[in-house]
């Protein structure tokens, strides 16, 4: 009888054993797999932030530029109406 028991309870503990261990390798490969992800949402994060900086910036040379050519039309529309009424 001890032997049954001694038998069923190692069978157990190999049964239990096994589980465990495929249960911590698991969690182990979850969470590297979370580290991994969460240092490329830090990369994403900084080149969108660089994206952005580098948005802004152009934005501002465009608009400066925009500005500058709407002035140059209005003095042109201006010379152009003053020759017109000359005529």
């Known amino acids: 009888m001890e032997i049954i028991l001694s038998t069923i309870s ?3 503990v190999l049964v239990l054993g096994f589980f465990i261990t495929r249960y911590v390798k698991a969690t182990d ?4 797999t979370v580290k991994k992800l969460d240092h490329t949402l830090v990369k994403i994060n900084t080149n ?3 994206f952005k900086s580098q948005c802004s910036e152009r934005h501002e040379t465009i608009n400066k530029r925009l500005d500058d050519h709407g002035q ?3 003095e042109h529309s201006e010379r152009i109406t003053k020759l017109e009424v000359k005529k």
């Open 10 to 12: 190692g069978l157990l």
């Open 48 to 50: 969108q932030d660089n």
């Open 72 to 74: 140059r039309l209005d």
């Open 29 to 32: 490969k979850l969470s590297e």
